[in-house]
């Protein structure tokens, strides 16, 4: 019997899930609140509150799961890519539990993690299917081959589709994270009331930063005109702004489709939550005859289910690592 525990701590979630014969017994989250006094995460909180964190995080994941921390028979843990304080808690632990037990120890890239958490629950996605992976720090299509076999087809050149997000929520005055709160405004708002433009790439990479721009210029010019602007038509700006994201984002997915003949697609990664994006994935599908995989919320953000589930992966293969490994702030899927 394989009795992993997961750990997750690429940036500010310190999270650590159970998983047994590859079914997800818990999955705890401990989210930093301190960070919305600043507008954003502070790489020295984080990993102070990590530290904080991790071992009664990983105490409720076992009580939960229902096992004792003996039971436990190997230890996957995010390597990377994150913020390398961040990182360093977490992979400390892992090791240290792991040489304590003298129990195997295996390495998980975040990226992949995201991707690989369609395969938590069912239905799962076959081999091979295309995977438009979006964060605050990351936004790539990936074709997916095997577990972690995967070909990056595409990525932002600048910012990704979460700073989009967050960077706007700024320019509106909204509070941090400003995602959910884009999410919730445009839900009563008119997506054609404000014409953003779309990047010209040719292509499957991607562009926000002259969006980001676009919005603020558009914003200050209305201000200048409407001193109440934002107050009056905050619903239809978030709208607007979200429908022109969802469209970039989407537009490179059908162009990665038609290029690879791939029908089977997914979204990953936190960004993966917007209420707008995945309608408007669900309608593409059944436009273009996809058969389209969304990740429940919970398995959207950073979490440890997907690091166990990814471990469970590596277990079967016995790919583990030793007492040497350190934690990258940089990874490649």
Same mark, same amino acid.
């Given at each position: 019997?394989?009795?992993?525990?997961?750990?997750?701590?690429?940036?500010?979630?310190?999270?650590?899930?159970?998983?047994?014969?590859?079914?997800?017994?818990?999955?705890?989250?401990?989210?930093?609140?301190?960070?919305?006094?600043?507008?954003?995460?502070?790489?020295?909180?984080?990993?102070?509150?990590?530290?904080?964190?991790?071992?009664?995080?990983?105490?409720?994941?076992?009580?939960?799961?229902?096992?004792?921390?003996?039971?436990?028979?190997?230890?996957?843990?995010?390597?990377?890519?994150?913020?390398?304080?961040?990182?360093?808690?977490?992979?400390?632990?892992?090791?240290?539990?792991?040489?304590?037990?003298?129990?195997?120890?295996?390495?998980?890239?975040?990226?992949?993690?995201?991707?690989?958490?369609?395969?938590?629950?069912?239905?799962?996605?076959?081999?091979?299917?295309?995977?438009?992976?979006?964060?605050?720090?990351?936004?790539?299509?990936?074709?997916?081959?095997?577990?972690?076999?995967?070909?990056?087809?595409?990525?932002?050149?600048?910012?990704?589709?979460?700073?989009?997000?967050?960077?706007?929520?700024?320019?509106?005055?909204?509070?941090?994270?400003?995602?959910?709160?884009?999410?919730?405004?445009?839900?009563?708002?008119?997506?054609? @009331?404000?014409?953003?433009?779309?990047?010209?790439?040719?292509? #499957?990479?991607?562009? %926000?930063? *002259?969006?980001?721009? $676009?919005? =603020?210029?558009?914003?200050?010019?209305?201000?200048?005109?409407?001193?109440?602007?934002?107050?009056?038509?905050?619903?239809?700006?978030?709208?607007?702004?979200?429908?022109?994201?969802?469209?970039?984002?989407?537009?490179?997915?059908?162009?990665?489709?038609?290029?690879?003949?791939?029908?089977?697609?997914?979204?990953?990664?936190?960004?993966?939550?917007?209420?707008?994006?995945?309608?408007?994935?669900?309608?593409?599908?059944?436009?273009?005859?996809?058969?389209?995989?969304?990740?429940?919320?919970?398995?959207?953000?950073?979490?440890? @289910?997907?690091?166990?589930?990814?471990?469970?992966?590596?277990? #079967?293969?016995?790919? %583990?690592? *030793?007492?040497?490994? $350190?934690? =990258?702030?940089?990874?490649?899927?």
């Amino acid at each position: 019997m394989a009795v992993i525990l997961g750990i997750e701590s690429s940036c500010d979630e310190t999270s650590a899930a159970i998983c047994i014969d590859g079914e997800i017994k818990s999955n705890i989250i401990a989210s930093q609140a301190i960070h919305a006094n600043y507008g954003g995460v502070v790489p020295e909180l984080a990993s102070r509150a990590h530290q904080q964190h991790i071992i009664p995080t990983v105490d409720q994941a076992v009580q939960h799961a229902k096992i004792h921390k003996n039971d436990i028979n190997a230890v996957a843990f995010t390597r990377g890519p994150g913020l390398l304080g961040s990182l360093l808690v977490g992979t400390s632990f892992a090791k240290s539990f792991a040489l304590a037990r003298q129990i195997p120890l295996m390495e998980v890239n975040h990226m992949q993690a995201h991707i690989l958490a369609h395969f938590i629950e069912d239905p799962k996605p076959a081999f091979p299917f295309l995977c438009l992976t979006v964060s605050g720090g990351h936004t790539q299509i990936v074709l997916v081959k095997d577990y972690f076999e995967m070909e990056l087809l595409g990525q932002t050149l600048d910012d990704a589709a979460g700073e989009a997000f967050d960077k706007t929520a700024k320019i509106l005055n909204l509070p941090y994270p400003g995602g959910p709160l884009i999410d919730k405004y445009a839900k009563e708002g008119n997506a054609n @009331a404000f014409k953003l433009p779309e990047p010209q790439i040719s292509d #499957l990479n991607f562009s %926000f930063s *002259g969006l980001k721009t $676009a919005i =603020l210029y558009m914003v200050q010019g209305e201000e200048k005109k409407n001193p109440n602007f934002l107050s009056e038509r905050m619903a239809d700006v978030c709208a607007s702004v979200q429908s022109r994201i969802v469209s970039i984002l989407l537009n490179k997915v059908k162009k990665a489709a038609k290029e690879t003949g791939v029908k089977q697609v997914a979204i990953a990664g936190g960004v993966s939550a917007n209420s707008g994006l995945r309608q408007a994935l669900l309608d593409m599908g059944t436009r273009y005859g996809w058969e389209v995989f969304i990740p429940k919320f919970e398995y959207c953000t950073d979490n440890a @289910a997907m690091i166990a589930i990814a471990g469970y992966q590596k277990y #079967l293969k016995s790919d %583990f690592v *030793g007492q040497d490994v $350190a934690p =990258l702030a940089r990874m490649h899927v």
